[in-house]
């Protein structure tokens, strides 16, 4: 006999935006379709009328999109599909296997729970028992016509030829009542892996308290949709070695259930950082030029109005410092714009002190007469500066690092100034001359 082919679905409820967690879930029934050579339905589960919201509909399609996570069918919308939940409300009815019953909002249709013991073979988990006696008869159609995600759920999975359920393990309760429907309609029941939970790096629940949750709040704060995706595929799976970088490819190519594993899944800043940066610096330059483009817009930079080939020295020049697209500009700020910010310990570190005011005036007067302004000429001339005086290079860098950027910290001086440009560092220097280096303390 054939194989059956792999079909799966990703099934948010529209309720919120799409998080973590529910990415998570979508990528592994996507690396599973794509590894099975199956397919992937988009079903939105949208019955509960007061809580469904459209935005969230295009919020999870933007994300998953984003995410590069496609889908061969859907979106269906369960709430256009209510004749069908409907028809096979009325056959469970007909067979006895569900009753209408008075509930306090109206008429309402109740499944009639077997009491016998049940099992399912989880996929993750392995065997899980339950005592359908312990189950009470519950709701599949709602007094305001609407059925209950449990029966919506199983109906579609079972109309649309589901063959495997792969889904966070809060719906592990769900699943005998599920079974249960598949059992009273007489058809097969789909397969099981239910994953495991992603903790917050305190191991608690995964919340805003630490960060971001949803894919939109991590697109925005600049990480790259392909190292997201590496890094939720590994809260949870691994490709069976101690790799973590891991191409969409690579991973497409290794994934299997049967490798998840049954523990929580713990969430790390720090590692996702590391891992952006990490992509960040393998992009072509020409492309992440281009996804830097809307970060320094938002930032109010014309990227049209920089000098040919300006941006692209400062980006290189900055390669191994940032973490995300949006820290580009918070690193590089200071080569932007005219006005610069001073950090008030760097200035009375290193500004306010004997010998500053001089020595800075005499890199003025050196700077503003060097010919060219590019890294080789910058660095002989303030080198020569320094041996005039008998001293260290460390004695003028940091003050002048702090007069040109307003911080301690920078890449390269000579390149940083360079790409800041003649007429920008001048003035710069003289700023910090009449704003903190005043007569006095000389
Ligand atoms: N709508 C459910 C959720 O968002 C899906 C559960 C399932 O996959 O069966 O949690």
Same mark, same amino acid.
């Given at each position: 006999?054939?194989?059956?082919?792999?079909?799966?679905?990703?099934?948010?409820?529209?309720?919120?935006?799409?998080?973590?967690?529910?990415?998570?879930?979508?990528?592994?029934?996507?690396?599973?379709?794509?590894?099975?050579?199956?397919?992937?339905?988009?079903?939105?589960?949208?019955?509960?009328?007061?809580?469904?919201?459209?935005?969230?509909?295009?919020?999870?399609?933007?994300?998953?999109?984003?995410?590069?996570?496609?889908?061969?069918?859907?979106?269906?919308?369960?709430?256009?599909?209510?004749?069908?939940?409907?028809?096979?409300?009325?056959?469970?009815?007909?067979?006895?296997?569900?009753?209408?019953?008075?509930?306090?909002?109206?008429?309402?249709?109740?499944?009639?729970?077997?009491?016998?013991?049940?099992?399912?073979?989880?996929?993750?988990?392995?065997?899980?028992?339950?005592?359908?006696?312990?189950?009470?008869?519950?709701?599949?159609?709602?007094?305001?016509?609407?059925?209950?995600?449990?029966?919506?759920?199983?109906?579609?999975?079972?109309?649309?030829?589901?063959?495997?359920?792969?889904?966070?393990?809060?719906?592990?309760?769900?699943?005998?009542?599920?079974?249960?429907?598949?059992?009273?309609?007489?058809?097969?029941?789909?397969?099981?892996?239910?994953?495991?939970?992603?903790?917050?790096?305190?191991?608690?629940?995964?919340?805003?308290?630490?960060?971001?949750?949803?894919?939109?709040?991590?697109?925005?704060?600049?990480?790259?949709?392909?190292?997201?995706?590496?890094?939720?595929?590994?809260?949870?799976?691994?490709?069976?070695?101690?790799?973590?970088?891991?191409?969409?490819?690579?991973?497409?190519?290794?994934?299997?259930?049967?490798?998840?594993?049954?523990?929580?899944?713990?969430?790390?800043?720090?590692?996702?950082?590391?891992?952006?940066?990490?992509?960040?610096?393998?992009?072509? *330059? $020409?492309? +992440?030029?281009?996804? @830097?483009?809307?970060?320094?817009?938002?930032? /109010?930079?014309?990227?049209? &109005? !920089?000098?040919?080939?300006?941006?692209?020295?400062?980006?290189?020049?900055?390669?191994?410092?940032?973490?995300?697209?949006?820290?580009?500009?918070?690193?590089?700020?200071?080569?932007?714009?005219?006005?610069?910010?001073?950090?008030?310990?760097?200035?009375?570190?290193?500004?306010?002190?004997?010998?500053?005011?001089?020595?800075?005036?005499?890199?003025?007067?050196?700077?503003?007469?060097?010919?060219?302004?590019? *890294? $080789?000429? +910058?660095?002989?001339? @303030?080198?020569?500066?320094?041996?005039?005086? /008998?001293?260290?290079?460390? &004695? !003028?860098?940091?003050?002048?690092?702090?007069?040109?950027?307003?911080?301690?910290?920078?890449?390269?001086?000579?390149?940083?100034?360079?790409?800041?440009?003649?007429?920008?560092?001048?003035?710069?220097?003289?700023?910090?001359?009449?704003?903190?280096?005043?007569?006095?303390?000389?």
């Amino acid at each position: 006999m054939a194989e059956e082919k792999v079909h799966v679905r990703f099934s948010p409820s529209p309720t919120g935006s799409l998080h973590i967690g529910g990415a998570r879930t979508a990528l592994y029934n996507w690396l599973f379709a794509r590894h099975e050579g199956g397919t992937l339905s988009l079903r939105i589960e949208d019955t509960d009328q007061t809580r469904s919201e459209d935005r969230f509909v295009d919020d999870i399609k933007e994300s998953l999109e984003w995410l590069g996570i496609d889908w061969d069918s859907g979106p269906i919308f369960q709430s256009r599909r209510l004749m069908i939940y409907d028809r096979l409300a009325d056959m469970l009815i007909e067979g006895g296997k569900a009753y209408w019953s008075d509930e306090e909002k109206g008429r309402a249709v109740r499944f009639k729970m077997p009491d016998s013991e049940m099992e399912f073979n989880d996929i993750i988990r392995g065997p899980i028992k339950f005592d359908g006696s312990l189950i009470e008869d519950f709701v599949i159609r709602k007094a305001d016509g609407y059925p209950t995600y449990n029966f919506a759920c199983t109906v579609d999975d079972i109309e649309t030829g589901i063959t495997h359920v792969i889904r966070g393990d809060d719906h592990i309760t769900n699943t005998p009542k599920q079974i249960a429907i598949c059992e009273a309609l007489g058809v097969i029941r789909p397969r099981f892996a239910h994953l495991p939970m992603i903790l917050g790096e305190d191991g608690g629940r995964l919340s805003k308290r630490y960060g971001a949750t949803s894919v939109k709040e991590y697109r925005e704060l600049g990480y790259l949709p392909e190292a997201l995706t590496n890094f939720i595929a590994l809260l949870g799976w691994a490709p069976g070695d101690d790799r973590e970088m891991v191409s969409r490819e690579e991973m497409i190519k290794c994934f299997e259930l049967e490798r998840v594993g049954k523990t929580s899944a713990r969430f790390n800043n720090t590692k996702l950082d590391w891992m952006n940066s990490l992509y960040i610096r393998q992009l072509p *330059t $020409d492309d +992440l030029l281009r996804r @830097l483009m809307p970060f320094l817009r938002k930032a /109010g930079v014309e990227p049209e &109005k !920089l000098p040919e080939g300006w941006l692209q020295k400062v980006v290189e020049l900055h390669i191994e410092r940032f973490k995300t697209l949006a820290d580009f500009y918070v690193l590089t700020s200071f080569l932007f714009t005219d006005e610069i910010e001073y950090d008030p310990k760097a200035v009375e570190k290193h500004l306010k002190k004997d010998g500053v005011p001089d020595l800075l005036q005499e890199v003025h007067a050196a700077l503003s007469k060097v010919e060219g302004f590019d *890294t $080789d000429s +910058l660095e002989k001339c @303030l080198r020569g500066v320094v041996e005039g005086r /008998g001293i260290g290079f460390g &004695k !003028l860098a940091q003050p002048l690092r702090v007069a040109v950027t307003g911080k301690t910290v920078s890449a390269g001086l000579f390149e940083t100034m360079e790409l800041l440009g003649r007429e920008k560092t001048l003035s710069r220097i003289s700023h910090c001359l009449n704003e903190f280096c005043r007569a006095g303390s000389v």
